[in-house]
């Protein structure tokens, strides 16, 4: 059974930064290309960040680009979203997803519970 | 970037009705769009992928048709456990997703 787990939300001062953290298994994570996604309070979801098996390919959402840096570590079947200089409007859900896509996102097929940030002062 | 609207924003529709729900694209996506379910506290659901195929164990009351700019969401027959909010979901350019419809029981 596929799981991805997420951790590392919680509150954060604007400014400040943040890590998040994803734990998959019961699927080949190194062969799957993986996405962000973002849920604000009450709102639509929007993509963040896209990374395909061996980081080959990489992609951001063009209002996070520069803030944000999505890594990976197959050897630990995990998935990372650095986040930086975070803003009010980043106050959000963020699942972590496994796409079906192989160099560029596609659709989503496995979506975690997600992980909750706040950015308030 | 391709924007994605979603029509209505909320239903209301009586159990057993047919519930429609339409996706206009900003620019042709071929049928590069996908559908999900989200249930009220909940991670989304895929229900639909390129546009009108259904995702294994997903109810055949369920439908998607259309291509280019415009597609359209069916629930043939509305059912209790069907409430929660739909999205499509483009994927001609990066992803993107409309802004949701929810759907509740009258």
């Known amino acids: 059974e596929v799981q991805l787990v997420e951790s590392g939300g919680g509150?954060?001062?604007?400014?400040?930064?943040?890590?998040?953290?994803?734990?998959a298994s019961g699927f080949?994570?190194?062969?799957?290309?993986?996405n962000w996604v973002r849920?604000?309070?009450?709102?639509?979801?929007?993509?963040?960040s896209f990374i395909s098996p061996s980081s080959t390919f990489i992609d951001y959402a063009d209002?996070?680009?520069?803030?944000?840096?999505?890594?990976?570590?197959?050897?630990?079947?995990?998935l990372f979203l650095q986040m930086n200089s975070l803003e009010d409007e980043d106050t959000a859900v963020y699942y972590c997803v496994r796409?079906?896509?192989?160099a560029r996102p596609q659709g989503v097929d496995h979506w975690g519970q997600g992980t909750l940030v706040t950015v308030s002062s | 970037d391709i924007q994605m609207t979603q029509s209505p924003s909320s239903l209301s529709a009586s159990v057993?009705?047919?519930?429609?729900?339409?996706c206009q694209a900003s620019q042709d996506i071929s049928n590069y769009l996908n559908w999900y379910q989200q249930k009220p506290g909940k991670a989304p659901k895929l229900l639909i992928y390129d546009a009108s195929n259904l995702d294994t164990g997903v109810p055949l009351r369920f439908s998607g048709s259309g291509s280019g700019t415009d597609f359209t969401f069916t629930i043939s027959s509305l059912q209790p456990e069907d409430i929660g909010t739909y999205?499509?979901?483009?994927?001609?350019?990066l992803l993107s997703f409309g802004g949701g419809t929810n759907v509740e029981i009258k």
């Not at chain 2, 057993?16 to 339409?22: A, L």
């Open chain 1, 99 to 102: 796409d079906w896509g192989a």
């Open chain 2, 16 to 22: 057993g009705d047919r519930v429609t729900i339409t």
């Open chain 1, 63 to 78: 209002s996070l680009r520069g803030r944000f840096t999505i890594s990976r570590d197959d050897a630990k079947n995990s």
């Open chain 1, 28 to 34: 080949t994570f190194s062969s799957s290309s993986m």
């Open chain 2, 87 to 93: 999205f499509c979901q483009q994927y001609e350019d």
């Open chain 1, 11 to 23: 509150l954060v001062k604007p400014g400040g930064s943040l890590r998040l953290s994803c734990a």
């Open chain 1, 39 to 48: 849920q604000a309070p009450g709102k639509g979801l929007e993509w963040v």
